[in-house]
Nanobody, 123 residues
Framework: QVQLVESGGGLVQAGDSLRLSCAASGRTFSSYSLGWFRQAPGKERTFVAVISMSGSSTYSADSVKGRFTISRDNAKNTVYLQMNSLKPEDTAVYYC????????????????WGQGTQVTVAS
């Protein structure tokens, strides 16, 4: 069982940066791949970025490549999403998710989810 708690969201201006954090409970954090997803009002939840168990491999959605960076600190049981050059279309609730084993970009492949943190980017 893994519990995930996101933090770091807020209201920013276009072009600003934010860093989201997701703290996980449990002793087997390094056994989980971790992903960030987002959901805008009235839209489906979509993939943002994923990082492998060791942190050696990452993959991001085309819409955020070059602007968002996912990272993890297994010693702190925490995964991060550094978001730079934010745009109004990045406005959404951001969720972190965990799954045992390999990385996936599909939300249905993840077993554990946080409660989400709101990111609002004003133009």
């Amino acid at each position: 069982q893994v519990q995930l708690v996101e933090s770091g969201g807020g209201l920013v201006q276009a072009g600003d940066s934010l860093r989201l954090s997701c703290a996980a409970s449990g002793r087997t954090f390094s056994s989980y791949s971790l992903g960030w997803f987002r959901q805008a009002p009235g839209k489906e939840r979509t993939f943002v970025a994923v990082i492998s168990m060791s942190g050696s491999s990452t993959y991001s959605a085309d819409s955020v490549k070059g602007r968002f960076t996912i990272s993890r600190d297994n010693a702190k049981n925490t995964v991060y999403l550094q978001m730079n050059s934010l745009k109004p279309e990045d406005t959404a609730v951001y969720y972190c998710a965990a799954r045992r084993g390999g990385t996936w970009v599909t939300a249905s492949q993840y077993d554990y989810w946080g409660q989400g943190t709101q990111v609002t980017v004003a133009s």
